[in-house]
């Protein structure tokens, strides 16, 4: 089983940067594919960003030239930083892994 946890979220301005990490534990071995995803109220959990299990990268049109997805295998770490934010940003951000192991999220708040 692996377990993941979401950190670095909070309020920002318009504009602003935020970067979110997300540290993998258990059986991290099993890992073949990570993802970030986020989800605003009202709305359906959408696809920000992720490796696919041949390390590919992908991007949501939305985010693309302002997120940036990376991990640091040694620390079992992924991190999303998050460049010129807009208030539809404003989500909650969580990690996801192998399509069906998910963290608890972290909130982004991104005021005017």
């Known amino acids: 089983q692996v377990q993941l946890v979401e950190s670095g979220g909070g309020l920002v301005q318009v504009g602003g940067s935020l970067r979110l990490s997300c540290a993998a534990s258990?059986?991290?071995?099993?890992?073949?594919?990570m993802a970030w995803y986020r989800q605003a109220p009202g709305e359906q959990r959408e696809l920000v960003t992720m490796f696919t299990s041949t390390n590919v990268i992908r991007y949501a049109d939305s985010v693309k030239g302002r997120f940036t997805i990376s991990r640091d295998n040694a620390k079992n770490t992924m991190f999303l930083q998050m460049n010129m934010l807009k208030p539809e940003d404003t989500a909650v951000y969580y990690c996801?892994?192998?399509?069906?192991?998910w963290g608890r999220g972290t909130q982004v708040t991104v005021s005017l």
């Open positions: 996801n892994a192998n399509c069906r192991n």
């Open positions: 258990g059986t991290v071995g099993d890992i073949v594919n």
